[in-house]
């Protein structure tokens, strides 16, 4: 690799264009990152529960109501991150 980044724009130019004119009409206008709520989520708080394994994260609902849902995340350690820091 170089660095040498003059020519890089020239080169992906093309291919945006030509990957905004294969999207159907009704996505081309859509923002990338769009609000939660016009997806139809809901934020919902949640509890990180300590585990006597420190590889594991369990995240429970705070509503009682989706804990009766069977609402809940196990996870290992090592695949939580920051979804704001990370787009």
């Known amino acids: ?12 130019s093309p291919r945006r264009r ?7 009409a009704e996505w081309r206008d859509v923002p990338t990152d769009p609000d939660a709520q016009a997806l139809g ?4 708080q ?9 590889q594991q994260v369990i995240f429970l ?3 009682e109501e989706d804990i009766e849902d069977d609402a809940f995340v ?14």
């Open 1 to 12: 690799m170089t660095d040498d980044d003059s020519n890089a724009d020239e080169l992906r």
């Open 18 to 24: 030509e990957t905004a004119t294969r999207l159907p």
């Open 41 to 44: 989520y809901e934020a919902a």
């Open 46 to 54: 949640w509890e990180r529960i300590p585990t006597t394994d420190d």
């Open 61 to 63: 609902p705070c509503e």
């Open 74 to 87: 196990v996870l290992e350690e090592a695949d939580l991150c920051d979804l704001v820091t990370r787009r």
